[in-house]
């Protein structure tokens, strides 16, 4: 079960559709959400991102951080619930360096979630790296990315 926790499992057409917009959005960081049209959450087998929804990036300052347009931050969940979809993950970008949580990704990510956090570097654009986090007690720890 633990091996299966740290496994952040996506479709090839969903990586793929990830690692577009991130590259659309630079200079700025893209973000949105990771969601799941399996019914896997309540099974044994691992949950599988299989859609990628961008949500325009807000902040004031979106080539160094990023927030959500409330308005489609809200359209997407409602649409998410009403496809039965759910809700796995969040996903931002990082122009011009590692795959690595900043400071502020820490300030700003919800303390108690179960979400996996997604993080793609474009810091060398002919091969992105993505890289999955799990939060806990406080960290973020790494995931192992598999493509399903």
């Given at each position: ?93 990082h122009p011009r360096t590692e795959?690595i949580p900043s400071s502020s ?44």
């Amino acid at each position: 079960m633990e091996a299966q926790q740290s496994k952040g499992m996506i479709t090839k057409s969903a990586y793929d559709l990830l690692i577009s917009i991130c590259k659309h959005a630079r200079p700025m960081e893209a973000c949105g959400i990771l969601v799941s049209s399996r019914e896997s959450m309540q099974s044994e087998n691992p949950t599988i991102i299989d859609t990628i929804i961008p949500i325009t990036n807000k902040h004031i300052d979106p080539t160094h951080s990023f927030t959500f347009d409330p308005a489609e931050w809200t359209a997407a969940y409602f649409e998410m619930q009403k496809n039965r979809q759910t809700l796995v993950g969040l996903f931002h970008s990082h122009p011009r360096t590692e795959a690595i949580p900043s400071s502020s990704d820490s300030e700003g990510f919800l303390p108690a979630s179960e979400l996996s956090y997604w993080i793609v570097s474009l810091r060398n654009i002919e091969t992105p790296h993505v890289q999955p986090y799990r939060r806990t007690e406080g960290a973020f720890i790494p995931m192992q990315l598999v493509l399903a």
